[in-house]
């Protein structure tokens, strides 16, 4: 399966901590991107990388792409109580038609 | 511009009947995908439509189909429920045909539940 695996399952931290989830995935990519999701809500883009990029920042948010370990992580620097969510990691790939595979997230709460 | 609007965001059915739901992606994408969320499964890819064409599905029974009218609208129908078919439904819309350099744009889904 293309499905990737992110790692941990939940993460509970403190305000104002740095939180880091990792994403593995199977195949070669095209790009991988992740999204952030309220409970029971839909999911919001966050950040995009492509396989030929290693690092990339938005705001307090980033991502590093290893393709040689087929893994991703995701920084959040100084979080705050309204980052509880869960974070999932989307890849899309040629030999797959190019669809998105979702991993089963992480479950991020920040204790104000 | 607005956003991916999903109808109904909650619906309870029970066994046996059969369920529509409507996506209207934002103005301008052509890409529909819709996928299945369950708390077991995660994130499960169901279906694309592109241009009213079906141009990718996942590993799901026959029970579940869909369709794109000329307007990018999709419906996606489910026949026969089950139990297991409970879950949120959520629909994403795109610019190009599996995103291959940009992002999937998430309605706030539809929750089925099958009794």
């Known amino acids: 399966s293309q499905q990737g695996e992110e790692d941990p399952q939940a993460l509970s931290i403190q305000e104002g901590e740095n939180a880091t989830m990792n994403c593995s995935y199977k195949t070669s990519i095209n790009n991988l991107q992740w999204y952030r999701q309220n409970s029971g809500r839909g999911l919001v883009h966050l950040i995009l990388i492509r396989s030929n990029e290693r690092e990339k920042h938005s705001g307090r948010l980033r991502v590093t792409l290893d393709t040689s370990k087929k893994s991703s992580s995701l920084l959040i620097t100084a979080s705050r109580a309204a980052d509880t969510a869960s974070y999932f990691c989307a890849t899309d790939a040629r030999e797959t038609g190019n669809q998105f595979y979702f991993g089963t997230g992480t479950s991020l709460t920040v204790i104000p | 511009k607005a956003g991916v609007t999903q109808t109904p965001r909650y619906l309870i059915k029970t066994r046996g009947q059969q369920v529509t739901l409507s996506c209207s992606p934002i103005s301008g994408h052509r890409s529909v995908s819709w996928y299945q969320q369950t708390p077991g499964q995660g994130l499960q890819f169901l279906f694309e439509?592109?241009?009213?064409?079906?141009?990718n599905k996942g590993n799901f029974p026959g029970r579940f189909s869909g369709r794109q009218f000329s307007n990018s609208r999709s419906e996606m129908n489910v026949s026969t429920l089950e139990l297991g078919d409970s879950a949120l439904y959520l629909c994403?819309?795109?610019?190009?045909?599996?995103?291959?350099?940009?992002?999937?744009?998430f309605g706030e889904g539809s929750r089925l539940t099958v009794l």
């Open positions: 994403a819309s795109s610019a190009r045909q599996g995103s291959m350099t940009g992002e999937l744009f």
């Open positions: 439509y592109f241009s009213e064409t079906q141009r």
